[in-house]
């Protein structure tokens, strides 16, 4: 039996008298603390499907896969359109182009790749001959262009996701900015970009500072091989920061990326959130495992004729590189070589 605080004599606890409600009160607060977490855990699943619905009535689709048969993995065809209709881009050029067409594997042992394919890249493209892989955009838009990626690699597509590339800096906006890299001073007046190294090689940009410095060309000694993993640095780094903290506990910045993001993407028509989500996921263990890069290239100057000059893949269209890719079998040293 219970004694008082004293030890001095045994008490018998008693109903509580009039007035008091110590022990009425005694167990409010866990039953407030449930509630409020209920009510979290409710408006949040509110929140994710509003995303969610938002996401998924707002992308834009297109016809694109072929059909073709199943093969090992998931894959998908992630590229990056450069329209002149949206004024970004002033070069006397109608329509749109393919400037940048990356390949997001992820083998059946799990290991994720992302292949950049450089837009002048020499192969054939069903129908039309021998040309440069960009061209099959220009000849026959999204469904050519899978076609093209397809009887390259021996991979069947099975998501195509085509970015905006005008709609880049929208989409770095929303998330607050992205942080960039590069080793050398650029002043380029086709794309916009003036870079000082004395401010650092990694620098956090706006929107119109990553399009700039996605699109810049000229002033790269590589050409299109730099721009694309430029571009590609530019989209991983927007898909890092939106799966960040910073992004998940903001309203305004959940709201800003999915309105950018809905205008900017186009996918093909069977595509849904769970697709796109998993097509984070694979990108971003690509990145950080440095599973990235290009192929394997034998000649960056290869002219066939009548097409200008082009770049011709390792043992043309580098059939080993593909191979190892299909089994999941690349190392980050598979990449950008020549």
Request: glycine content about 12%.
């Amino acid at each position: 039996m219970p004694t008082d605080v004293a030890g001095d004599a045994p008490y018998e606890a008693g109903p509580p008298q009039e007035g008091d409600t110590t022990r009425g009160r005694r167990h409010h607060p866990l039953r407030w603390v449930a509630a409020v977490l209920a009510l979290l855990l409710v408006l949040a699943g509110a929140r994710a499907a509003w995303l969610w619905h938002g996401v998924s009535s707002g992308l834009q689709r297109v016809e694109a896969l072929s059909g073709a048969g199943d093969t090992p993995g998931e894959t998908w065809l992630v590229v990056g359109s450069d329209s002149r209709a949206d004024g970004a881009v002033q070069d006397g050029t109608e329509g749109a182009r393919a400037d940048s067409i990356m390949l997001l594997h992820r083998a059946d042992n799990g290991q994720a790749s992302l292949t950049t394919l450089p837009r002048d890249t020499y192969t054939e493209i069903p129908g039309y001959g021998g040309n440069k892989i960009n061209t099959a955009y220009a000849f026959g838009g999204p469904q050519l262009l899978v076609e093209t990626v397809e009887s390259l690699s021996g991979l069947t597509v099975d998501h195509y996701v085509e970015v905006g590339m005008g709609g880049v800096s929208q989409m770095v906006d929303a998330v607050g900015g992205v942080e960039v890299c590069m080793d050398y001073d650029v002043d380029d007046a086709d794309s916009g970009l003036v870079w000082d190294t004395s401010q650092g090689t990694c620098q956090e940009v706006d929107g119109a500072k990553a399009l700039a410095y996605a699109r810049m060309r000229k002033s790269d000694p590589t050409g299109d091989i730099g721009r694309g993993l430029r571009q590609r640095a530019v989209i991983s780094a927007v898909v890092s920061k939106a799966a960040s903290a910073s992004t998940l506990v903001s309203f305004s910045r959940q709201d800003a990326l999915v309105d950018s993001g809905t205008q900017v993407l186009t996918v093909e028509e069977e595509a849904g959130v769970v697709d796109l989500g998993q097509m984070v996921l694979a990108f971003r263990s690509a990145s950080g495992e440095e599973m990235t890069g290009a192929p394997p290239i034998a000649d960056l100057a290869y002219a066939p004729g009548g097409i200008g000059e082009s770049v011709l893949l390792q043992d043309t269209t580098a059939p080993e590189f593909f191979t190892a890719l299909r089994d999941g079998e690349l190392t980050p040293h598979s990449f950008n070589q020549s």
